[in-house]
């Protein structure tokens, strides 16, 4: 009920004449192409909407008067684009218009021009032919409303999903099975004695049952035939944003919407073009699936009929078979009817599973083009998909849909060019199958096990199964105990194209370290580069006959062919984890593939190594315990000289080795008293300081730090006495004699970082003080003549002796001595102004105080204060 101004104002606005509209629309149409805006346009606006409100019949306005209140939809004032918005909310669109909009100015699809464009859009379904211009509108549809979909949901009522899913339903299920205008088989001269249209036809050439889908061909489509594709392009889009579970909401279901999008989105981008004029098509064998996006001056010349380009999302067949014996008749066709008593929402989703099961059972048809293989491939993922988004919103379908999916499972399973089509497949079963209780290791031991080993080098497969892993990381950790132990054959992937699939990695590396796989997934690393070089052999192998003249000329060729080293090879391309072990043998292995180290691929997968040893390194302290820590510790040193022959990749993973060997001494201290047996061979072993210079560095400074009873009880003076001579004997050597030939001095950092750990050492146990004070004092006596030989730039030579004679300064005084080489921790650390134990805090409250005192004094003393006040 209306108040009674209202309602006399409704029976004005309806009463108004003709003339006089024409009158308001013109005075209208000046006001708005003003500069400014103000209260007598906005009251017109008002007026204008209560007109075409108050209309029993939808208004068609001035083109002009429309122009002007489509701007105002970009309008800055919201009042303007409220008013706007209301007005074009209740006319019909334009049937025909010349003139162009400003991009700029029009391209912005806000939420009031979603609004608009939808309320005509929507209108123009159910329209009358009299009521305005629908039949160049409903083609264009369901694109813009994808595109509003997908850049402004929240334009879209409750009434308009009510109203879209009840048309979807229609269409989907209720197209028609005959053959469009063009599909007359008459011959050029039959006039009216042309024959009755034939019905369409299965992609195997027989003629179809009572059931239209996107896999049924013909030489021509109906109009509710097009509509039946678009409906399917934008189906799952639909069910994800506007079906789901009770109480959700648009943002909720962002992400699932996304991950499912995801997992057909290659195979479903085939190259498309059409053309379509009436009832005629001229049609090639491809598909699309993803609607593009629509801008608002391009839905505005759909809604004129103005738009010169085909649909923006179309399925297009061509079939030029004449011959259909037989016909077909779907198991879905002859399903209840009982669907028609269920709610808009349910009864679409209930048509979605009839029509993704009628395409299974079209695509197990044998297609006589390729294309049409690859139009069924692409279909097929994109019913899966839908199928699991219907069961996601309603678990009761699972029952009913689990049945196909295995099915399908079954029949694609044993060929590997199904594979891109399986992953849907997985995704269901990862979703469902524990609903379901059924058995899912075969869909694992097929997409975790032949597909990595056997596919390696798809990169479309690499691309879609790594993003099913990491989109789904958290439920194939939790459901998929296959996905650890085969790590090794996912690290195919990163060994063939790094660059491609680093990023995947960088995600799901830290899931694969676990206790019982961080050793192996260590080695594995570190080898990344060998087992490039082995796929790459592997491939060549396949590829070129024994007899082939281009391999005899490598050795690694020959050596993967040789039987007696098959298992070492074989290790390498292990498709689980805890498959044996060749340390032993590693060596061997990696002198057979020296000549690889300057392949480009193996170059480029050895470049990524650094990047994941780091991530391997910050995963492996967050699950492994002390104990499992020391073995990681123990393989560092023992790869450090089992690497692949190439001088930059030795570096880099040296200098990884050094940077996590601080960070774990760090975090557990008592790990250098653990491998402590280990740590002094390695750094008693002079050839180190020359091989190795980084890690060796680095595991003298460990032991010079951490090798301390301040750190772990269990260190014994015996313990420190053992480190000292085994370090005292290294740099004598080192500073006595000349380097062996072929080999460079040693790095000063070396010989400085010896001297500052026997010196912490003799802190810690003074005995020991005469016997560095002696070392360092012969070193400076050795270098006072001039030159030496294990030294060739003459300042760090200068730097050498300078740190020498501090030290032995440092160490006549014990005690200073071990205050300075051996700070307890809040000394390193130094938290003066946060710990209130200490008198710094208190001192500087105070010097605060007084600071904060003497500036209050000074600005309310008018003269300056006497050079004799105290403060």
């Known amino acids: 009920m209306y108040s009674n101004g209202t309602e006399s104002l409704i029976k004005q606005a309806r009463e108004i004449q003709e003339s006089e509209l024409q009158k308001f629309y013109s005075r209208l149409i000046k006001l708005l192409q003003g500069k400014e805006h103000g209260h007598e346009t906005i009251d017109s606006l008002q007026r204008l909407r209560l007109i075409v409100f108050a209309t029993k019949y939808t208004r068609t306005l001035p083109p002009e008067l429309h122009k002007s209140l489509l701007s105002l939809l970009s309008s800055p004032v919201e009042q303007l684009q409220v008013l706007s918005s209301a007005v074009l909310r209740e006319t019909l669109p334009l049937a025909a218009q010349a003139e162009n909009y400003n991009q700029d100015g029009n391209s912005q699809l806000n939420t009031h021009a979603a609004a608009v464009l939808l309320a005509q859009l929507l209108r ?78 299965e992609l195997d050439g027989t003629v179809s049952g009572d059931f239209f889908t996107v896999l049924c061909v013909g030489q021509g489509f109906t109009e509710d035939q097009w509509m039946n594709v678009y409906s399917f392009s934008m189906l799952r889009h639909w069910l994800l944003t506007f079906h789901s579970v009770p109480g959700g909401t648009i943002a909720d279901t962002a992400n699932r919407l996304q991950l499912s999008l995801s997992l057909s989105h290659s195979i479903s981008n085939v190259c498309f073009y059409s053309n379509t004029n009436d009832n005629c098509c001229s049609m090639s064998r491809t598909c699309f699936f993803e609607l593009e996006p629509v801008t608002m001056a391009t839905a505005q010349l759909v809604l004129r009929g103005q738009s010169s380009s085909p649909p923006l999302a179309t399925c297009c067949f061509a079939d030029d078979r004449s011959e259909m014996d037989g016909s077909v008749v779907s198991v879905v066709s002859v399903t209840s009817s009982s669907s028609r008593l269920l709610p808009p929402k349910e009864r679409l989703r209930e ?40 069961c996601v919103e309603d678990p009761s379908f699972v029952y009913r849909v689990f049945p196909c999916i295995k099915a399908l499972f079954g029949r694609l399973s044993s060929d590997l060019s199904f594979a891109r089509v399986l992953l849907p497949v997985a995704q269901f079963y990862l979703n469902h199958g524990e609903m379901a209780a059924v058995d899912c290791d075969c869909v694992w031991n097929l997409v975790l096990g032949r597909f990595p080993a056997e596919l390696f080098n798809d990169p ?23 996905y650890i132990r085969h790590f090794p054959n996912l690290l195919k992937f990163l060994a063939w194209d790094s660059p491609a699939v680093i990023d995947d990695f960088v995600d799901l590396l830290p899931s694969m370290v676990t206790s019982g796989t961080a050793l192996e997934l260590l080695h594995t690393l570190l080898d990344l580069p060998c087992l490039s070089a082995t796929l790459l052999l592997q491939h060549r192998s396949m590829c070129l006959p024994i007899s082939d003249p281009g391999g005899r000329n490598l050795a690694s060729v020959n050596a993967f062919r040789n039987p007696s080293f098959r298992g070492l090879f074989l290790f390498l391309l292990r498709g689980e984890a805890g498959a044996g072990d060749t340390i032993d043998r590693l060596s061997t292995l990696l002198e057979l593939l020296s000549e690889a180290a300057d392949w480009p691929r193996v170059v480029q997968c050895a470049q990524t190594v650094p990047i994941l040893l780091h991530i391997f390194f910050n995963a492996v302290v967050n699950v492994a315990d002390r104990t499992l ?109 000349a380097p062996h030939p072929g080999t460079g001095c040693p790095a000063p950092r070396a010989i400085t970082t010896l001297m500052s750990a026997l010196a912490k050492l003799a802190s810690r146990s003074h005995d020991l003080i005469p016997r560095v004070s002696l070392l360092l004092s012969k070193l400076r006596n050795v270098s006072s003549g001039g030159s030496v030989s294990w030294c060739e730039d003459d300042e760090d030579l200068d730097s050498v002796l300078t740190l020498g004679e501090e030290l032995c300064a440092l160490l006549k005084m014990p005690g200073v001595a071990q205050s300075v080489l051996n700070p307890p921790a809040h000394v390193t650390a130094p938290r003066w102004h946060q710990d209130t134990n200490v008198a710094m805090p208190l001192q500087l409250r105070a010097l605060t105080r007084l600071t904060q005192a003497h500036a209050s004094h000074a600005q309310h003393t008018p003269t300056s204060p006497s050079p004799h006040t105290s403060t």
């Open 629 to 737: 820590l020391g073995q990681v510790l123990l393989v560092t040193l023992e790869r450090s000289s089992l690497l692949l022959n190439s001088p930059k990749y030795i570096t880099e993973i040296h200098r990884v080795f050094s940077r996590q060997l601080i960070n774990l001494c760090k975090l557990h201290p008592s790990l250098v008293i653990d491998q402590s047996h280990e740590l002094l061979e390695f750094a008693g072993a002079t050839s180190n300081v020359y091989n190795k210079q980084e890690v060796y560095t680095h595991v003298v400074l460990v032991l010079g730090e951490y090798l301390s009873v301040s750190y772990d009880s269990r260190c014994s003076t015996k313990l420190i006495t053992s480190c000292f001579e085994t370090l005292e004997a290294v740099l004598f050597e080192i500073t006595s004699s």
């Open 460 to 482: 479309f497969l690499a691309h879609e199964l790594l993003r099913f892993l990491r989109l789904n990381l958290e439920n194939v950790q939790l459901r998929v105990p296959q």
């Open 351 to 390: 048509k979605a599973f009839q029509y993704c099961q009628r395409l299974v059972e079209q695509s197990d048809r044998k297609a006589q083009k390729k294309t049409d293989g690859d139009l069924q491939k692409a279909c097929l993922v994109e019913a899966v998909c839908i199928l699991d988004s219907v």
């Open 124 to 201: 123009g379904l159910d329209n009358r032919p009299s009521e305005g211009p629908t039949t160049h509108l409903l083609p264009h549809t369901l694109p813009i409303v994808n595109s509003i979909l997908t850049h402004s949901p929240e334009s879209l009522t409750e009434d308009n999903v009510t109203l879209l899913s009840k048309k979807l339903v229609d269409w989907l299920r209720y197209a028609s099975t005959t053959q469009g205008g063009g599909a007359s088989s008459g011959g050029f001269f039959t006039g009216s004695r042309s024959r009755q249209p034939l019905p369409i036809a």
